[in-house]
């Protein structure tokens, strides 16, 4: 599993403990985590993206080489 989705499933199951144990701080250590792992899935998706232009940009440039 993903090291952002682990962190977001991690922090559901932090607030669903903090709501069961009316725990304040363990839903907001949850929120925090879900939110981490959100935005490293969020910045993999974006990196992903950004090579896959960059390989059809050197794409184009071998082509123009042959």
């Known amino acids: 599993m993903a ?19 009316d725990d304040d701080e363990l839903r907001r250590s949850g929120k925090v985590d879900e939110a981490g792992g959100k935005v490293k899935q969020a910045v993999k998706h974006a990196k992903d993206k950004v090579g896959e232009g960059v390989d059809r940009v050197k794409d184009m440039f071998d082509d123009d080489n042959k």
């Open 3 to 21: 090291e952002g989705r682990y962190d977001e499933l991690k922090g559901r199951a932090k607030q669903a403990a903090g709501d069961l144990t």
